[in-house]
């Protein structure tokens, strides 16, 4: 079975960054063939909202994904193959990015896929707290 582990989340000021980290174990990412990892938020009041995720394939960084302008410009995600573990660094922080971020997995086939669509991925971490806040 997968687990991803998501951690790193905290209370920070606005303007400030933090990094979070989703590890994964249960399996080894490079024996996927084709799938996508990626991070959400549950903002309070809101839908759960993609952020970023990155498609591999076999075993090599695809294609990375942002779900709009202003987190492409703030948010950063990465992955350490070696490690097991997909990263998403966030600067310059808002109080409206106050929430709970879950990193996802998403097996895919051959076919299209969505990239934030949240009840098409297959795993989820339990989520870290992000707190920005003066």
């Known amino acids: 079975q997968v687990q991803l582990v998501e951690s790193g989340g905290g209370s920070v000021q606005p303007g400030g960054s933090l990094r979070l980290s989703c590890a994964a174990s249960?399996?080894?990412?490079?024996?996927?063939?084709?799938?996508?990892i990626g991070w959400f938020r549950q903002v309070p009041g809101k839908e759960r909202e993609g952020i970023s995720c990155?498609?591999?394939?076999?075993?090599?960084?695809?294609?990375?994904?942002y779900e709009n302008d202003d987190m492409r410009g703030r948010f950063t995600i990465s992955r350490d193959k070696v490690k097991n573990t997909v990263y998403l660094q966030m600067k310059s922080l808002k109080p409206e990015d106050t929430g709970i971020y879950y990193c996802a997995v998403q097996i895919l086939d051959s076919g299209s896929w969505v990239p934030f669509v949240a009840e098409e991925y297959d795993y989820w971490g339990q989520g870290t707290q992000v707190t920005v806040s003066s």
């Open positions: 990155i498609s591999i394939v076999d075993g090599s960084d695809g294609s990375t994904y």
């Open positions: 249960g399996f080894t990412l490079t024996t996927l063939d084709y799938y996508a």
